[in-house]
């Protein structure tokens, strides 16, 4: 199989070279990327121990796009050591005010991850279907499979929603993970699984079907989303529908509407989660019902200040209508030229059926020069009920010649919720060199002491390729050692 896959590979690089090649036309578009992950063995144990074996994850992704009488037709495929592990293809055109979109997914697995949020009104993720089966695991970090839709959001649904996003707002001492930590951490995850996910026979999961219309100022759009959430001995299809309207008023307020009929909130992803079988959007559900509408109000100016929201109403589950609302406020201080971003959090804490205050996070800005300052403060709500200042971050940014330095500072207010005042201090250096590009991020536990990580990126452009290298090394050993070659066509 390796040797089947390693030719695949270079047949491929061969082709896109030659397309490349200036006095050729290109009737095919594209990027190809291979990536190699080494992952020591023993990168969780004890400190000292001697590190003599090391995981490998390769895997190559190929775009390819061809046009034909304005219809975009692009391939997605994913090869790894086992081979084709995930195939989509999309369909693009343009009849005037309307654009319609069609997408066909072929995968061994799918998993339907719904958007939920917590406490504090904070996203987070939570699987409630998987085919094959995947176990439910409530820990941190997630090891042995992911979080279950249960009801409650905690910790493991935050460490989901970090592991596919990539930043979280809730773990705190986390809220960045490069992505080839992340790469490893979820193909780990669907490896361990003793339904074998990854091995699977390559089946039709999902259809996409977009139309969006342009129609006297207003936006008109339609998804439509079939997924099999059987096997490919017995599929079982499931269909969701999400439309919408969007449309803006001669003052420049931007007003959308959505109805979610048999669909929730949340993506699907295939195979391993990785961004290209992630697909966003919305998830179906098992019945055909009305489960949530939404309605978003941006850039309502009102005597200086830009207004927003968000408002989310559910009809599926108890309490019915309105459950969540996101506020925002924008302005500027003018002879501070100082700017503030405000957003308030409402929602319905379980048990309870009324609207309450669930946190609030505000956002200043001041620029002056090629220095940039930000500072963020989260109130949350503590036991009593009374709401406290708990966790802040600090973010700057100095650009001088040549080089970007860039940091964020996050420290705790409250000593009942942590053991540190510091939480991290994040050093991040930019630079470019020629056609090499550098970034160092620097993690400490205190203000300038106390090293826990660095992660270094580097990337080196030659014409139409592409090559990197991101290395995360901790106190003790080497965490990942990522290579890869990408090149466009």
């Known amino acids: 199989m390796f040797r089947r896959l390693m030719t695949i590979c270079a047949a491929l690089a061969v082709a896109a070279v030659g397309w490349s090649l200036p006095t050729q036309a290109a009737p095919v578009s594209g990027s190809a990327v291979l990536d190699i992950v080494f992952e020591p063995a023993l990168a969780y144990s004890t400190s000292g121990t001697k590190i003599d074996k ?3 994850k390769l895997e190559l992704d190929l775009i390819l796009t061809l046009s034909v009488s304005g219809v975009d037709i692009t391939s997605q495929s994913v090869f790894t050591f086992r081979g084709l592990e995930y195939q989509a293809f999309v369909f693009t055109g343009t009849i005037g005010a309307l654009v319609a979109r069609s997408q066909f997914i072929f995968a061994p697995n799918i998993i339907e991850i719904q958007a939920v949020r917590d406490t504090l009104g904070l996203p987070a993720y939570c699987v409630n279907l998987a085919d094959p089966a995947i176990a439910d695991d409530q820990t941190v970090p997630l090891n042995t499979g992911l979080p279950a839709c249960d009801g409650t959001v905690g910790a493991a649904e935050h460490e989901l929603y970090l592991l596919i996003e990539g930043a979280d707002l809730y773990l705190t001492n986390v809220q960045y993970l490069h992505p080839a930590i992340r790469n490893l951490r979820l193909a ?22 977009e139309l969006s219309l342009s129609l006297a100022g207003l936006t008109i759009g339609l998804r439509g989303m079939f997924a099999n959430l059987g096997s490919a001995q017995t599929p079982d299809w499931n269909v969701g529908i999400v439309a919408s309207v969007e449309g803006q008023t001669v ?16 993506l699907e992803c295939f195979a391993e989660c990785k961004p290209l079988q992630i697909v966003r959007g919305g998830k179906v559900e098992s019945d055909f019902i009305f489960y949530e509408e939404k309605l978003f109000i941006r850039n309502l ?4 200040v830009t207004l927003g929201a968000r408002l989310e109403f559910q009809f599926a589950d108890a309490p019915v209508g309105l459950n969540f609302m996101e506020l925002t406020q924008s302005f500027v201080l003018a002879p ?9 959090n409402v929602g319905v804490l379980p048990g309870t059926t009324a609207l309450t205050i669930l946190s609030d996070v505000f956002v200043t800005q001041v620029k002056v020069g090629d220095i ?11 036991i009593t009920g009374a709401f406290n200042l708990y966790w802040s971050r600090l973010i700057y940014t100095f650009d001088p010649p040549g080089m970007k330095v860039s940091g964020d500072l996050q420290f705790c207010n409250d000593e009942l919720t942590c053991s540190s005042y510091i939480f991290f201090h994040d050093i ?12 160092i991020r620097l993690r400490l536990t205190n203000v300038f002491s106390g090293f826990q ?6 990337a080196w452009k030659v014409g139409n390729v592409t090559l990197r290298s991101g290395t995360i090394l901790n106190t003790d050993n080497l965490d990942a050692q990522l290579f890869s070659v990408g090149f466009t066509f």
Do not use: C, H
Not at 453 to 458: E, F
């Open 54 to 56: 090391i995981r490998v």
């Open 188 to 209: 780990g995850i669907m490896e361990a699984q003793a339904t074998d996910p990854l091995g699977q026979t390559l089946t039709f999961r999902k259809k996409i079907a």
């Open 251 to 266: 003052s420049g307020i931007v007003i959308r509407g959505e109805s979610w009929l048999g669909a929730r909130q949340g």
């Open 301 to 304: 100016k009102i005597a200086g």
């Open 336 to 344: 501070f030229r100082l700017q503030v971003d405000n957003t308030i």
């Open 372 to 382: 940039s300052v930000l500072a963020v403060g989260y109130i949350w709500p503590d």
């Open 428 to 439: 991040i250096l930019s630079t470019t060199v020629g056609d090499m590009s550098i970034d």
């Open 453 to 458: 990580q660095a992660v270094i990126d580097l």
